[in-house]
């Protein structure tokens, strides 16, 4: 990652701390995720960022690696917080956390060598700081998205055929991202989430419940791991096929969602829903302009739909979720959010995914789900613009 990315980034961290609270004495980034975005690199540290000093990445390992990738300029090696807590002539009263994502236990360790008074919480912050992608993040987004479009519209449908197994399908599917470019991981930033490439479905799975927070469910190789796909539901003749997948490079993740009719026709009620999904998606795109809140946009496309349409939509009977588009980069669930309580305007060059579907009890889940970039002129999409229920023969 470029050094100048890096302090660029940096330079936008402080900037925005001076302007939430102009007596912030520290800022302490535990989580992988962060750090790399700071940083460029992933290990197992600690990056420390007084208001009034230059920041330092300490590693415990792996310090060689870390040296290795990244051009941060102050990196260095500790074996315990204490060997940190020892450069501070006074420890601060007050620090900034990721109270989102850091463990109590791991809380109660760091305090011990640093008795502080109080925290304060760095997430929004910063998660408003990864919303606004750089021409460096973008770059690497859009030829995400490219490859993703490749994948779905036109790789998928080649790799259909009667009798294999959802879980067949995911495996194949993986192979052939890895060989794209894909860097092997579909990463959430929701507490406790575990993810491999997606949901995918035949027929009514999709409907399946899920603790998942998203519109389709997925039963997955186990109630142990309700993941990828099941091993025993088989493609038929007829099959509505869902597949809802991240893909990333370097980290950077784009999301899509492609149906495919396999062998058949769709229902004239799943098409028509389908067909109202694109029309969402696409007054939606219409209006990803800097300066429009997402609470407004939610109110507009919800205040829009009649009451039966709204049945079954994002999401099937009691699994409705509250939001049509989430912010995407380092992991698929970012802010901003589009839904009903979201209203710090949009920026431009933030990334979201929008993702209007509609459940259809006994055909599965319609409905689209492309990545966009916040532009003057609205949504630019840069996953493909296929409408979805391609035939496959």
Wanted: hydrophobic share 35%; charged share 30%.
């Amino acid at each position: 990652m470029p050094y100048n990315e890096l302090e660029n980034r940096m330079k936008r961290f402080r900037a925005e701390m001076d302007k939430k609270d102009p007596q912030w004495e520290i800022a302490v980034i535990f989580t992988k995720i962060d750090q790399y975005y700071f940083t460029g690199t992933m290990q197992d540290g600690i990056l420390v960022i007084p208001a009034d000093d230059d920041p330092t990445f300490w590693v415990r390992r792996s310090y060689e690696r870390a040296l290795e990738e990244s051009k941060f300029k102050d990196i260095r090696h500790m074996n315990t917080f204490r060997d940190i807590s020892q450069t501070f002539e006074k420890i601060p009263d007050t620090i900034y956390l990721e109270t989102e994502a850091m463990p109590l236990a791991l809380y109660e360790r760091f305090t011990k060598y640093f008795p502080i008074k109080e925290y304060k919480k760095a997430d929004r912050i910063i998660g408003m700081l990864r919303a606004i992608k750089s021409k460096y993040e973008l770059r690497i987004m859009r030829k995400s998205g490219k490859i993703h479009q490749h994948i779905l519209e036109e790789i998928v449908p080649e790799l259909l055929y009667e009798g294999m197994s959802e879980a067949e399908l995911g495996a194949e599917l993986f192979q052939i991202m890895i060989e794209e470019g894909y860097h092997g991981i579909t990463r959430f930033g929701m507490f406790d989430t575990e993810m491999l490439l997606g949901h995918i479905g035949f027929g009514d799975t999709p409907l399946y419940p899920s603790y998942f927070n998203g519109a389709s469910g997925n039963r997955g190789l186990s109630p142990a791991a309700p993941l990828l796909g099941s091993r025993q539901r088989k493609l038929k003749k007829g099959d509505l096929v869902y597949v809802d997948i991240g893909f990333g490079i370097e980290g950077y993740h784009t999301d899509k969602t492609m149906t495919y009719i396999f062998k058949g026709e769709i229902p004239e009620k799943a098409e028509k829903a389908h067909n109202k999904c694109l029309e969402i998606q696409e007054k939606i795109s219409k209006m990803l302009k800097p300066g429009t809140s997402p609470a407004g946009i939610y109110k507009t496309i919800m205040d829009g739909l009649d009451d039966e349409f709204r049945k079954n939509f994002m999401g099937f009977g009691e699994n409705q979720v509250k939001f049509l588009g989430h912010g995407i980069g380092l992991v698929i669930d970012e802010v901003p959010v589009i839904a009903e309580k979201f209203k710090d305007p949009l920026e431009e060059n933030m990334t979201l995914a929008i993702e209007p579907k509609k459940g259809i009890q006994g055909v599965g889940m319609v409905g689209t789900e492309n990545t966009f970039i916040v532009t003057r002129k609205g949504g630019k999409c840069i996953t493909g613009e296929n409408p979805g229920l391609i035939p496959t023969t």
